[in-house]
């Protein structure tokens, strides 16, 4: 996909994240209401999942169900996703492998 000539706001977290992901995509989602369809055109917003292992494109799909339709959801391999937090100087610690996730469909 090709972001130019698009606003992009970007959200880096993960599916398993229990209280801030998805209060703060709650909030991004009431900002894109709040701008209207007309100005959604130039504006792109992605989510973009810094746990590849256990954000699988399902996951991310049943994920995407609480939120924002706009919101696109992106995933990488490994190599991918610390070259793009690195890029944008992302900092983040991996929760815990060993929880079971009770919202997998």
Do not use: W
Not at 2 to 24: A, M, Q, W
């Amino acid at each position: 996909a090709t972001y130019r000539n698009k606003f992009v706001l970007l959200y880096f977290g993960f599916t398993r994240c229990p209280d801030i992901c998805p209060s703060e995509l709650l909030k991004v989602g009431d900002t894109l209401d709040l701008l209207g369809a007309e100005n959604l055109a130039d504006l792109k917003t992605l989510f973009v999942s810094v746990d590849p292992n256990r954000d699988t494109l399902q996951q991310l799909r049943v994920y995407a169900e609480d939120f924002h339709p706009t919101i696109e959801y992106l995933t990488g391999t490994k190599d991918m996703i610390a070259a793009i937090t690195k890029a944008y100087r992302v900092y983040f610690i991996k929760a815990n492998e060993s929880e079971v996730d009770d919202e997998v469909r």
